[in-house]
C-alpha cells in the first residue's frame, strides 16, 4: 500500500510535520524567474521555509533542491543561511534547451525608422501543445526579416542569451546531531550518508571496469545527469530524457519532472520505508517516485488543481 499524505495548502510552517521525523528533502520549488507568467514562480521561496524544513528533517538528512541557473546563487544563499551544509550542485544537462534571445539587429531597424527587408517566410509551430500539428496546418505565415539599416547590418545575429543546457540541482545536508561522527549519527537517526549503492551505473557490455577493486555493481553516480548520449566514448552518466507538458492527459502542471529523474533522486537521498517530504510538490513527481520505491511520502501544494492531479498520480501509483 503507498504511504503517503499530502496537504492542499501553504507549506509555510509545515503543519502537522513533526520534527525529526523526515529522512529526506525533495523540492522544485518556484525559481523567482516568472517562468511561463505564472504568478506561484514570482519571488524565490522565502528563507523561512527552508528553517521549517531543517526542524522537520533528522540531523544529517540530506536534501535536493532544483533551482534555475540565473538564480541559483541566491537559492544557495537562503539554503546556507537556514543552517543546511552545501554539498553539492547536480546538472541535469540536455541538448534541447531554447535560447531566450532577441534579434537585436531588428530591433535598431525600428529603433532608427528603418523598415527591415523581408526575406522569407514561415509557419509558427508550437512543438509542446498537444495540437501543434493542428497549428502548423492552420498557423499564421510569419516574415523572416534581415536588417535594413546600417547599424542593423552590423549587428546580424546578435542576441541577449546563450542556449541553455543545464539545470541545476542543489544538494544539501542538514548537519549531524552535535558530537556524533557519521556512524554514530547513522545508528542513532538511520541518516547521514548518500545510498550509492542504489544509484549505481552498471557498466556497459565489454567495457573494462574501473580501478583496482571494482564495484560489481558499476561506477558511483556523478554529479552530471544527461538527457541524450554524447559520442565522445566517455558517456558514464545517468541519463533521464525531459518530459513533454502533456505527456499525461491529465496533467498540465508547466514545469512537470520526468519521474525517472526524481526516482534517481529519492533512491540517492534516501532508503526504502523512509520518509520523504516536498513542500513544493506540483503534481507529484517526487511523491510518485517516492511510491513507486516504497518510500513514505509527505507533500504540500497551495494550488487546488495540481494538487488534485498530485492526488490522482499518487493513487494510481
Ligand atoms: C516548480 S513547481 C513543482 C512541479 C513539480 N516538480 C511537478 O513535477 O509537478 C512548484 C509548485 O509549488 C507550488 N507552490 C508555490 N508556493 C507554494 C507554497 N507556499 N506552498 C505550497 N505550494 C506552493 C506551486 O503552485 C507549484 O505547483
Redesign the pocket.
Known amino acids: 500500500m503507498p504511504d503517503f499524505k499530502i496537504y492542499n495548502k ?3 510552517g509545515l503543519t502537522g510535520i513533526s520534527k525529526h521525523t523526515i529522512d529526506a528533502l525533495i523540492t ?3 525559481y523567482g524567474i516568472s517562468y511561463q507568467n505564472n504568478e ?1 514562480d514570482k519571488a524565490l521561496p522565502d528563507k523561512k521555509i527552508w528553517m521549517d524544513c531543517l526542524t522537520v528533517l533528522k540531523p544529517g538528512a540530506f536534501g535536493a533542491v532544483f533551482s534555475s541557473v540565473r538564480l541559483m546563487h541566491r537559492m544557495m544563499v537562503n539554503l546556507e543561511d537556514s543552517g543546511f551544509i552545501i554539498k553539492d550542485v547536480l546538472f541535469w544537462s540536455y541538448l534541447n534547451g531554447m535560447p531566450k534571445s532577441r534579434d537585436v539587429a531588428l530591433d535598431i531597424d525600428k529603433e532608427l525608422g528603418v523598415a527591415s527587408k523581408k526575406v522569407g517566410a514561415y509557419k509558427y509551430v508550437q512543438g509542446y501543445k498537444k495540437h501543434g500539428a493542428e497549428n502548423y496546418k492552420t498557423g499564421k505565415e510569419k516574415h523572416i526579416l534581415s536588417p535594413a539599416s546600417e547599424i542593423g547590418v552590423q549587428y546580424k545575429g546578435s542576441g541577449l542569451g546563450i542556449k541553455p543546457a543545464y539545470e541545476p540541482i542543489i544538494l544539501i545536508q542538514k548537519p549531524l546531531e552535535k558530537k556524533l561522527s557519521v556512524a554514530q549519527n547513522i545508528i542513532k537517526y538511520g541518516t547521514g550518508a548518500l545510498n550509492l549503492e542504489e544509484t549505481r551505473l552498471p557498466y556497459e557490455k565489454g567495457e573494462g571496469k574501473v580501478g583496482h577493486n571494482p564495484h560489481p555493481k558499476g561506477r558511483v553516480a556523478a554529479n552530471i545527469i544527461r538527457t541524450d548520449a554524447i559520442d565522445d566514448g566517455y558517456d558514464k552518466f545517468f541519463m533521464v530524457p525531459k518530459v513533454r507538458q502533456h505527456a499525461e492527459d491529465f496533467n498540465h ?1 508547466p ?3 520526468p519521474v525517472a529523474l526524481m526516482q534517481h533522486l529519492v533512491k540517492l537521498l534516501s532508503r526504502e520505508n523512509q520518509m520523504v517530504l516536498d ?7 517526487t511523491g510518485l517516485a517516492c511510491v513507486t520505491l516504497h518510500r513514505k511520502f509527505a507533500g ?4 487546488k488543481t ?1 494538487f488534485n492531479i498530485a492526488k490522482k498520480r499518487l493513487k494510481k501509483g
Open positions: 501553504n507549506c509555510y522544485d520549488p518556484p506561484w502542471h514545469t512537470l519532472k513542500p513544493f510538490m506540483g503534481s507529484g513527481s504540500f501544494e497551495i494550488d495540481y
